[in-house]
């Protein structure tokens, strides 16, 4: 049986809960499969904090439409993660989710890598806006950037529907930081709106895990 921690976001976003949820893959499962259903049970958790009870599916646990609709529950939008274990071990999978009401967020994303991931210069000239402040020099940086870019992607992609294709038209101007705004742009490059996004580091049974968290702003 999984372990799952939970832990609310600490600073000013109400109403919002991210879970974790991890646990060895059983040889017969998938991998992929086992940490899918790991980010879907993780919301349970989630909801329990945000004082909701989802509906399970069959296999026991809520069933995600669209991958930000929970069957069910209208007033909330989520958004999942996954992983296999550090070096692809299947000894070690999480699933992790970040669950809002949508009267305070029109989208939520979230992406979790473990902290020894190196990241590819072909990876970073397929993400990078021409506006962004970052640069390939700042390799130690380019991690975080990635995981930032790729929470902000489901977020938009959430909000504002198929305009959002591309992870590049995710812009960051600024000087990489632990917190800040995001902006999104069309394929065009008209500007379409903005984005918050948190960087938090935790561990899971000992490894060194990092996860970002984007939400889009309700304007209700």
């Given at each position: 049986?999984?372990?799952?921690?939970?832990?609310?976001?600490?600073?000013?976003?109400?109403?919002?809960?991210?879970?974790?949820?991890?646990?060895?893959?059983?040889?017969?499962?998938n991998?992929?499969?086992?940490?899918?259903?790991?980010?879907?049970?993780s919301?349970?958790?989630?909801a329990?904090?945000?004082?909701?009870?989802?509906?399970?599916?069959?296999?026991?646990?809520?069933?995600?439409?669209?991958?930000?609709?929970?069957?069910?529950?209208?007033?909330?939008?989520?958004?999942?993660?996954?992983?296999?274990?550090?070096?692809?071990?299947?000894?070690?999978a999480?699933?992790?989710?970040?669950?809002?009401t949508?009267?305070?967020?029109?989208?939520?994303?979230?992406?979790?890598?473990?902290?020894?991931?190196?990241?590819?210069?072909?990876?970073?000239?397929?993400?990078?806006?021409?506006?962004?402040h970052?640069?390939?020099?700042?390799?130690?940086?380019l991690?975080?950037?990635?995981?930032?870019?790729?929470?902000?992607?489901?977020?938009a992609?959430?909000?504002?529907?198929?305009?959002?294709?591309?992870?590049?038209?995710?812009?960051?101007?600024?000087?990489?930081?632990?917190?800040?705004?995001?902006?999104?742009?069309?394929?065009?490059?008209?500007f379409?709106?903005?984005?918050?996004?948190?960087?938090?580091?935790?561990?899971?049974?000992?490894?060194?895990?990092?996860?970002?968290?984007a939400?889009?702003?309700?304007?209700?």
């Amino acid at each position: 049986m999984q372990e799952i921690q939970t832990f609310t976001i600490p600073f000013s976003w109400p109403n919002t809960a991210l879970s974790l949820a991890w646990g060895p893959t059983p040889g017969p499962l998938n991998p992929l499969e086992w940490q899918r259903s790991l980010a879907r049970r993780s919301l349970n958790a989630g909801a329990e904090l945000l004082h909701h009870r989802l509906s399970q599916s069959e296999e026991g646990f809520p069933v995600v439409l669209d991958y930000k609709r929970i069957e069910g529950s209208p007033t909330l939008t989520c958004s999942l993660a996954h992983t296999c274990g550090p070096g692809k071990s299947r000894d070690l999978a999480v699933g992790a989710s970040l669950l809002s009401t949508n009267f305070m967020a029109l989208g939520v994303g979230i992406d979790l890598e473990w902290g020894q991931r190196q990241m590819r210069e072909g990876a970073y000239r397929r993400f990078r806006h021409e506006g962004d402040h970052s640069s390939w020099a700042q390799a130690s940086e380019l991690l975080w950037t990635w995981m930032v870019k790729e929470a902000c992607f489901k977020a938009a992609s959430n909000t504002w529907g198929d305009t959002i294709t591309l992870i590049n038209q995710i812009r960051l101007e600024h000087r990489f930081q632990e917190e800040g705004p995001a902006e999104v742009y069309s394929s065009s490059g008209v500007f379409i709106g903005s984005l918050r996004y948190r960087l938090i580091t935790t561990t899971c049974t000992g490894h060194l895990l990092h996860i970002t968290v984007a939400q889009s702003l309700s304007l209700n």
